[in-house]
């Protein structure tokens, strides 16, 4: 691997200067645009962004940030040929924007000085590593869910983006979205009454640990396998893993799947029971869902099912005076009238009559927003690396436990179960060379 190193210094930094110092010597030849007249932003101060992972997920964030004056997009980078080129068309149809800079490798995008920031939406099994050698290398970073499949991993990434002072979002965009804002602030702010419980929607968990049948490689310029890998386990090739079909299998996913959907709502019952930084310190599965208690005895309930019909990725807080629920439509239920008074949003704003259409839930204009006007103030974002890691990591433990078929206890200050198999599959071996020297 060729070796990152760590930039303290932005490149953007010196970028701007330089623009700065020639605005300055030489103003009768810089164009109005230059400076940021007329409603444009000046060039020297635009967030220069590279995308690593131009699949579907990927392209939909890069929509968004697109929309946005204050950033230049400057490269794709994707082992298909066939999302690079599907990203290349989609920014010129759309937006008449030429990108003439492509990358197999994401390793030759860090090496360039002149980018910013890095939308990372590659498959599970890279988001961690990628973030990781990006923070090395001085890069501003937003990152798809879920962030790592580990809990080791979890800790790693948070303690990164810690040591090298570089900004990161992880991409559960429901906390920027006013109508989960608002039932969390109910339950925060102790308008529910003493509170009891935290209900998150998952998915029906599911593992496979089946290899497909191989396939003749196609050629690296196709698809380049290795790299697709990544610090997965090698299998042979087979084209429905570059499909999407490489989910549910254990060694590419995060754990059964949890992460699907509790990647957003097992984080949003984290927000709501003031628990950033924790974790719940047991856990245990009765038939398709999953219990956690806190310490302070809150219960986190993951559960498929018996929802209201609010939408997709839907959360119910209760307490002892009362109880609200919501989801992707963007209504909100309470339990009471004086409850109703609580409310800070209109509903009929995000998603009207539309039950479980996931419009609303699924644009993450607002989370993106954040996380440039972070670059910008070099503030936290609301899903900086420490909430991921501690809302990540209930999941990864509520996984461990259905998939172990037993009650787990957890320390969530020192990451250690009372279990020895549970503490060894906090990590995961990796490939050569994406071991991190370890």
Known sequence: MQAISSNSSKGSLTRRSFLHAAAVAVPYFVAG?????????????????????????????????????????????????????????????????????????????????????????????????????????????????????????????????????????????????????????????????????????????????????????PDKE??????????????????????????????????????????????????????????????????VRLYAEYADGVKLIMRPNGWMGLGNCAVRFEGEDGWVETGDSGKIAVSSDALRQELTVNPAQYGGEKYGGGTHGEDPFPHIRNFFDCVKSREQPVCNADVICSSHIACHASALSWILKRKLTFDPKTDIFTDDEANRMKSRAMREPWTFGT
């Open 33 to 217: 645009n230059v400076l940021g007249k007329d409603g444009t932003v000046a060039p020297s101060e635009k967030i220069t962004l590279a995308i690593i992972g131009s699949g579907h997920r990927g392209r939909h964030d890069l929509r968004r940030a697109l929309q946005m004056p204050d950033v230049q997009f400057v490269a794709i980078c994707d082992v298909q040929k066939e999302r690079r080129e599907t990203a290349k068309n989609e920014c010129e149809k759309s937006f008449g924007l030429k990108v003439n800079t492509f990358y197999r490798d994401f390793r030759d995008v860090l090496a360039r000085q002149d980018i910013d920031t890095v939308l990372i939406a590659t498959g599970d099994r890279w988001h961690a590593h990628a973030s990781i050698y990006a923070a090395e290398a001085g890069k501003d970073v937003y990152s798809e869910k879920p962030c790592a499949i580990t809990i080791d991993l979890c800790r790693k990434l948070a303690e990164t983006m810690k040591r090298t002072n570089v900004i990161f979002q992880g991409g559960t965009q429901r906390r920027n979205l006013e109508n989960f804002r608002c039932a969390a602030e109910i339950a925060r702010t102790g308008k529910l009454g003493k509170l009891k419980a935290v209900h998150a929607a998952i998915y029906y968990l599911n593992n496979r640990y089946d290899w497909l049948p191989g396939q003749p490689e």
């Open 222 to 287: 196709i698809c380049d396998w290795d790299m697709w890998l990544g610090p997965a386990p090698w299998r042979p090739y087979n084209e429905e893993y570059i499909r999407g079909g490489w989910r549910g299998h254990d060694d590419f996913d995060s754990g059964a799947k949890h992460h699907d959907w509790g990647a957003h709502t097992v984080d949003l019952c984290q927000w709501a029971a003031n628990a950033d930084g924790s974790a719940p310190v047991k856990y245990w599965t009765e038939d």
